[in-house]
């Protein structure tokens, strides 16, 4: 390579020994870096940078829908004609591989990389899929939990990607420290809440975890806002508050929808059916499709 600077989504042909790119951070190994611990971390640098966007979503709380708006963004891209991958970092809870229908599925390797699975030209990682028995617990202090993380990032044969998705669990821990740590260069993070009040105290600690980390808040998305009748297509709240649109004003961040509660994405969620591929002219979907167009716009 003869460029002088390292270029968004550009992919990295050769070596590290030969490049010439003196803005990389792999070129040089930093003080008191060992040899296996440098040449991991130009690995990851390389495969990272055939990834165009990077965003993770988060939420301070879990049961808010968080997975299904990830899977549903990543559908949603991957049908716009996006090459897409869906990284799932939840160790403790992976939930990806029952919603796209892939329980059981193990990854697969071609001798150097772990190969991603592919549904629809969706690419895949779960660390479910690198579980024996998919009903074991994983009981992992932090450092197993940052090298299984950098694992999937570094080893994983993604390709060249216009988007990776990275699902992240709930809360402000180790999972998503690693994510931000080990990427560096995110284009930044998708928030989760639903409208009640409890839900929102804990999302106020992500976005403040955001600004210590100095990592861009894409927007806030509140999930389950109500429900709209199928029959007469009236929309009523289920939960009382409004939570999503009064954080975001008052963090100065995107507000980027509204997502209704809809039995189809429980349905979707639970056979593996993702809920944009066939469910695509409902109002929910419409919603969806309004929260990504703001995201891919931003």
């Not at 550009?10 to 930093?30: H, I, K, T």
């Not at 040449?39 to 709380?61: C, E, F, M, P, Y």
């Not at 796209?100 to 390797?109: K, N, Q, S, Y």
């Not at 009382?240 to 963090?251: F, L, R, V």
């Amino acid at each position: 390579m003869s460029e002088t600077e390292v270029k968004e989504g550009q992919s990295c042909e050769g070596s590290c020994d030969s490049c010439a790119v003196s803005s990389c951070d792999a070129s040089e190994q930093r003080p008191g870096e060992d040899e296996t611990a440098f040449a991991n971390r130009q690995k990851l640098t390389k495969r990272l940078l055939g990834i165009k966007h990077k965003i993770v979503v988060l939420s301070g709380k879990g049961g808010v829908g968080k997975s299904t708006i990830a899977v549903n963004l990543a559908i949603s891209l991957s049908l716009a004609g996006k090459k897409v991958g869906l990284l799932d970092v939840d160790i403790h809870g992976p939930s990806i591989p029952t919603m796209l229908h892939l329980e059981g599925a193990r990854a697969d390797t071609d001798g150097e990389s772990i190969l991603p699975l592919e549904m629809g030209g969706l690419k895949v990682m779960s660390v479910g899929f690198l579980l024996e028995n998919r009903d074991s617990a994983i009981i992992w202090r932090g450092p197993m939990k940052m090298g299984v993380i950098e694992q999937l990032l570094r080893d994983v044969k993604w390709g060249d990607l216009d988007y990776l998705i990275i699902d992240s669990p709930p809360g402000t821990g180790d999972e998503p420290l690693s994510v931000v740590q080990l990427i560096g260069e995110l284009d930044g993070a998708v928030m989760v809440t639903t409208p009640q009040a409890v839900a929102a105290a804990d999302v106020r600690k992500s976005l403040d975890f955001c600004r210590q980390l100095k990592l861009k808040v894409l927007g806030i998305v509140e999930n389950m806002s109500g429900f709209i009748c199928p029959d007469c297509g009236k929309e009523t709240a289920i939960f009382q508050g409004n939570n999503g649109e009064t954080m975001a004003s008052e963090a100065d961040v995107p507000f980027l929808g509204k997502i209704p509660i809809d039995p189809a994405v429980g349905v979707s969620c639970d056979s593996g059916t993702p809920f944009m591929y066939h469910y695509s002219k409902t109002e929910t979907a419409k919603r969806f499709e309004s929260v990504i167009n703001k995201i891919i716009n931003d």
